[in-house]
């Protein structure tokens, strides 16, 4: 399944049709148990899988949209990188950015599961087709993009880089 129907799929599952996209029910929903915990400055997030059941493990004294993404980030490894016959799994997430400076450390399966629960998690919090029904507003019309990318930054409940990253990936520049 194409990543964007998976999401929709999802979202509707959840009765989720605006922003903010509760990230924590989805991933119960999907079946994970969703806990924070005390990982120390590096780890933002882990994935265990055990015994058919996946554990997301978030940073407890990280930034709240950090959380979310880290959630979500988790939740991508959950419904694409393990299977029921996958035993047990565990992926242990550092800075998601930082980590692809020294691509070397990592094997060509990580680097690409890595950037699939990235993307997975861009486009769960940000949907495109939220953020292409809120950019119609007229409220924006007189912001600077800047300013645009803040407020919708603050409605989704996202960093502002990942709103930056998530605005040039889907083209929006004018409106
Ligand atoms: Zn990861």
Redesign the pocket.
Known sequence: MELSDKVNTLLQEANVFEPPVPIKNIAVNWGARVLPYELGEEVS?I?VYDNYKGTIGYNSSNHRVRQRFTIA??L??LIYHVSDNSGKEM???KD?IIKFRSEKDYSPKEIR??RE??AFAAFILMPKQFIFSEIKKSKYKELSETEVIEEFAKLFDVSIPAMTYRFADLNISSY
Do not use: C, T, Y
Request: without cysteine; hydrophobic residues 35%.
């Open positions: 997030g994935l980030h988790e991508g490894h992926f242990v997430d998601f599961q890595e629960a990235n």
